[in-house]
């Protein structure tokens, strides 16, 4: 259990008293940089109630060309990750490194689903023709707003899946080094970070599901 | 030195993991519900919205342990929240209160300017996947000119 404490070499920087003071600045260091991170979304956020307050009609009825069975299923791939995510942070505190590769690896496995879900979306909409701006071709629905909405559902969804695949990269990381041994009661924070910016993921794509799928 | 970093008593355990995560699928499972009920359309706005705040707490709250965090790392997220919210607000507020020729060409702020009647009007047929609730006659661009 404690092995960590014996045999990983000493973790804490000289600048602070002990490691709970430095994993709390840690943890306060990823939630600024989260906080970065929700602006950026956020100015697109903000395009997308911007250009739905323009052209209602045009948002409503470009929605309904979104892939909502695939959507919704990602949304229950993507929640139930964060799930494992959690036991994998609640298991590397615990220092049962095994279970937290077993989590990590499970979630892994549930981000690439959700990139193949979003690759055969993302198929459907370029073989139907429903591009940004000049590539939009789709003849079964045609006004103001139609290609904005398609924009915005590329650029939202696409920088979104970019974050899927930094957060498996991070997730593969940790889980290499859980696979070593090196997490227990003193020192989690890889797990602890890398496990913030999956939850963030999740929590942007909450948003993103009913805004770009049903609204 | 030796002491757990984790010990303050309040921590959440697998079980309590699993609650929050049962429900954020019940919640959309109700976002999804409601969708296909007959509400009206800002009433299911609304609600979508509303379930979405709710399963962002959720997930900050339970999965990214806020509830056992300390100090001004709570503060955080609720500032960019707040920061959030004034951004689109204010925006919206801007491009609602101008002068309509301010916005884009066919924009719904120009809907009562005489000369709109030159907008391309909206086509939309029934898409593949889903059949649209909504007939073509009552889109209020989709007038014929």
Known sequence: ?215 | MTAATHSEGKHLGPAQYVMVWAALMVLTGVTLAVWKTDFSYAARVVIALAVALVKSALVAIFFMHLWEEKGVARLVLVVSALMVSLLIGFTLLDNATRFPYANPPYSESWKDVPWQKDAPPMQAEPPPIRTAPRSQAEHPAAHKP
């Open chain 1, 1 to 215: 259990m404690h092995t960590d404490a014996a045999a990983a070499p000493n973790r804490l920087a000289h600048h602070f008293p002990d490691m709970k003071t430095q994993e709390h600045a840690a943890r306060m260091g990823m939630w600024l940089f989260l906080s970065t991170e929700i602006l950026l979304f956020a100015v697109l956020f903000t395009a997308y109630a911007l250009y739905r307050f323009l052209f209602p009609v045009g948002f409503e009825e470009a929605s309904r060309l979104a892939h909502v069975a695939m959507g919704a299923t990602n949304t229950v791939v993507l929640i139930t990750s964060s799930l494992t995510v959690a036991l994998a942070i609640h298991y590397a505190r615990q220092g049962e490194n095994r279970k937290v590769v077993g989590f990590l690896a499970v979630t892994i496995l549930f981000g690439m689903t959700f990139m193949v879900l979003k690759g055969f979306e993302y198929h459907h909409h370029w073989v139907d023709g429903q591009l940004p701006g000049r590539m939009y071709h789709f003849t079964g629905l045609s006004g103001p707003g139609v290609s904005m909405y398609f924009a915005l559902y590329f650029l939202m969804t696409g920088l979104h899946g970019l974050h899927v695949l930094i957060g498996m990269g991070l997730l593969s990381w940790v889980a290499f080094r859980a696979n070593r041994g090196e997490f227990g009661p003193t020192y989690s924070t890889p797990v602890e970070l890398s496990g913030l910016y999956w939850h963030l993921v999740d929590l942007i794509w909450i948003f993103l599901f009913p805004l770009l799928y049903l609204l």
